[in-house]
């Protein structure tokens, strides 16, 4: 997907909306993982249940695109590059699932740890990611 099409699609949702998501992570020597989630989009990071009662700052990087506030940060990183970032939040009952591929055909996990280390492979739950476009593969 190219950042027109991801633009498109937020164009006509609605804040809160659950959606799939895939995204991959390229981990180079022809590795590279595909996660398929359930995710909303929309949602502001101060009205999720947790921050209840607490204060909530700014962005810690990055800006919000104006008029797409709680979807997409921009961001310009140290060298140069600018890149934008769709936030999304995990849903309640965060469903995520992922393949690895090596040279395009499906393998264990346990090929992927032995050639990169588990610890690399290692996913941090989260309420909120924010998801280089790049990185996007299908959003519906």
Do not use: C
């Not at 991959?24 to 929309?42: P, Q, S, W, Y």
């Not at 249940?49 to 962005?59: C, S």
């Not at 590059?81 to 309640?92: D, E, G, K």
Request: charged share 25%; aromatic share 8%; hydrophobic share 35%.
């Amino acid at each position: 997907m190219n950042a027109t099409d991801i633009l498109n699609i937020l164009k006509n949702n609605r804040r809160g909306t659950y959606t799939s998501l895939t995204k991959v992570k390229d981990f180079g020597n022809g590795l590279v993982k595909e996660t398929d989630m359930t995710i909303r989009l929309g949602v502001s990071y101060a009205n999720l249940r947790t921050n209840k009662d607490r204060v909530v700052g700014t962005l810690p990087w990055g800006r919000w695109v104006p008029g797409l506030e709680n979807y997409v940060i921009e961001h310009t990183d140290k060298k140069g590059n600018y890149n934008l970032y769709l936030r999304v939040t995990s849903t309640n009952a965060h469903i995520s699932k992922s393949r690895y591929l090596l040279n395009g055909q499906e393998v264990d996990k346990s090929v992927a740890e032995a050639m990169i280390g588990p610890k690399k492979l290692e996913t941090k739950e989260s309420e909120v990611y924010n998801i280089n476009f790049k990185n996007i593969v299908r959003l519906s």
